[in-house]
């Protein structure tokens, strides 16, 4: 594997280092696992196409665009309200 180099300031290096030690992990293991859990846009507007249309075969659930945005509306208000924000 070919390693790169990012530039990052040295307050987050160091913190990102502290996070991985305390996993038992080095820096480089942290960031690799950290990049294999993460998902692109691209991947997650894939599995929102996914999940919608297993539900909509599950329970017949085809929300409108009005309708999902509604929704993503309400749920950003809430997770707002539960930030204390």
């Known amino acids: ?4 180099n990012v530039r990052i300031p040295a307050e987050a ?3 990102l280092a502290e996070i991985a030690a305390a996993e038992h992990l080095s820096l480089r293991a942290y960031l690799t696992r950290l990049a ?3 998902l692109t846009p691209a991947e997650r ?3 929102a196409v996914q999940a919608r249309e297993r539900l909509h ?11 999902t945005e509604e929704l993503d509306a309400e749920l950003d208000r809430r ?5 204390g924000r």
């Open 1 to 4: 594997m070919a390693d790169a």
């Open 13 to 15: 290096r160091d913190r």
């Open 36 to 38: 294999d859990t993460l």
């Open 45 to 47: 507007a894939e599995r």
């Open 57 to 67: 075969a599950w329970n017949g659930y085809d929300p409108d665009p009005a309708r």
């Open 79 to 83: 997770l707002a309200e539960a930030g």
